[in-house]
């Protein structure tokens, strides 16, 4: 059965987008190629983001660049329409119990910070692949919004050029 990973990228001390929910610090880290995005992919059946990571990715291209995933988008937002995704507000396990349903591959937890909590305190992450990029912000949304690093283990790292990308999942 697959598993739920939250795969982002983030500064040195810990943000993932700046005050304006930008992204613009990752562009000079920005080549899949380098840190092997497609080997990731393949092993995604379904993605979960909120409402501004959809809008992000939506405002660089007029199609769902993931059709092919089960894709949920959380919203209180009910006038967002497209056929390749499902906008909710469901329950966090109800959204993980749909998907899975339809697939056996893991699940990509990808932005923004409130929705990214709301799976961490359900404890419904089982793995963490966090690609740390050489920048700093000092401000911002930051990944971890609650005391969680104690309760994770580094099982691996490695370095993508200046990418250090950590894998940790709970411990048991």
Known sequence: MGKVVL????????????????????????????????KFMARIGGIIMGRVSYQQIMSQTDVWPYKDYITYVYTRNKTLNDPNVTFTQEDPRLVIQEIKAKTNKDIWLFGGGEVIDQFIKLNLVDEYILNYVPEVLSEGIPLFRREILKKLEIVSHKTYGQILEVILKPKK
Request: aromatic content about 22%.
């Open 7 to 38: 795969y982002l990228a983030l500064t040195l001390d810990g943000y993932i987008a700046d005050l304006n929910e930008g992204y613009a610090f990752l562009e000079p880290y920005g080549d899949p190629d380098v840190y092997d995005f497609d």
